[in-house]
């Protein structure tokens, strides 16, 4: 059995939790288990580590059918699966130490919203991280700090400030109580807290001025390019979803004051017909730009500018069609779909959170637009 026909088994446990995931606003404690133990979190973790180290199909694959089956559920495992790749650019011990057992997960925020002094070997580390995904069932968690020094931040030879992503122990941090949200709400995605913690230089990295340890091809894609499709593969899977539930919906449900069920409706088939075509042109964008990029990595290169762009931009384009196929299918469901018990009113507040992320945000479009005119770009978070 591959990686996407476990996360395909896993599917009925997943739906089957759906109440305690949203009741609870992050994974309950036994789901989180099942999908470590099933190596869900592990996909892009060096072999080296005990992790799988797959080619990046199979990985986005097995995110995007745990997003059909709970896009939460999906959201969680890719920001784990994610993190995972970070190892690659620690310590070979070091990354030991934190990835110690095979059930191990770690999450992350990238953005440099704490500060970290620099104490001899040391940081000392404060900040407050919004948008933690998943930090409830991690052992390990790693916040982006900007680097200080004699009072300063220490500046890299652009003068931009110096920011890397510091690990620490989860159990080191405070969580506040502050996920309450439209969509996505199983995420668990709220704020933790660090205040003057001290961590080991050597638990850092830079996804920017780092180069990865591991030799694998997977470590020569970029990172910030599969956390994008990561992104869309879970919205991806969420919109597919949101299309069979409509169909599930047609099939019994008659308009009031029709003889015709909702499936026998002109418009309705042809609104159909036009979101699955939508979605399969947005996915086969994003697995184009995949296999181009992965195929430079298998030969020792990895992607160019415009590569990594394209990565960033189907990406978004996969993510953001996906949300309007989200919203059709909700359309097309009528009075039904704003009830609680109708999974489309589920699935559309999941789909326009998901829109949310920097990675795949609209001003994607502008960054990528500018390598596609040949304009000077900064092309570090591509």
Not at 62 to 79: L, R
Not at 147 to 172: C, H, W, Y
Not at 282 to 287: E, G, L, V
């Amino acid at each position: 059995m591959n990686m996407i026909e476990t996360a395909q088994a896993l599917a009925p446990e997943i739906r089957s939790s759906h109440a305690r995931i949203d009741a609870e606003r992050s994974l309950p404690p036994d789901l989180a288990s099942a999908l470590a133990k099933a190596g869900l979190f592990r996909t892009l973790l060096p072999r080296s580590l005990g992790g799988l180290e797959l080619d990046p199909s199979q990985a986005l694959g097995s995110m995007e059918a745990i997003g059909y089956a709970d896009a939460s559920a999906g959201w969680c495992v890719m920001i784990g699966a994610t993190s995972g790749m970070s190892a690659a650019y620690l310590d070979h011990a070091v990354a030991g130490s934190i990835h110690s057992s095979i059930d191990t997960v770690t999450g992350g925020v990238f953005a440099p919203v704490g500060h970290a002094v620099i104490d001899g070997d040391d940081f000392i580390v404060t900040g407050t991280w919004p948008w933690m995904s998943g930090h409830r069932h991690c052992e390990w968690l790693a916040g982006g700090c900007v680097i200080t020094e004699g009072g300063q931040p220490k500046l890299l030879e652009n003068r931009m400030p110096d920011s890397r992503m510091v690990f620490f122990p989860a159990r080191e941090a405070r969580f506040l109580d502050g996920w309450h949200v439209s969509g996505l709400s199983g995420t668990g995605s709220g704020e933790v807290s660090v205040e003057r913690l001290r961590v080991p230089r050597t638990h850092s990295v830079s996804l920017i001025t780092d180069a990865p340890r591991e030799s694998g091809p997977l470590y020569r894609m970029p990172v910030f390019g599969l956390l994008a499709q990561g992104i869309a593969a879970v919205m991806l899977g969420n919109a597919r979803g949101a299309i069979d539930d409509l169909i599930e919906l047609a099939a019994h449900k008659h308009p009031q004051g029709s003889r015709r069920s909702l499936a026998d409706r002109a418009t309705v088939q042809a609104e159909v017909a036009k979101a699955q075509a939508a979605l399969g042109s947005a996915k086969a964008y994003c697995r184009e730009s995949i296999d181009q990029a992965w195929q430079r990595a298998v030969a020792g290169e990895p992607p160019d500018t415009p590569l990594r762009a394209q990565l960033r931009l189907s990406a978004t384009w996969a993510t953001r069609t996906a949300a309007e196929v989200t919203r059709s299918m909700y359309d097309l469901g009528g009075g039904s779909s704003v009830f609680l018990s109708c999974p489309l009113q589920r699935r559309f507040r999941d789909a326009h959170v998901g829109t949310q992320h920097a990675m795949v945000s609209a001003s994607t479009y502008e960054l990528t637009g500018r390598v596609l005119l040949g304009a000077p770009t900064d092309a570090s978070l591509l």
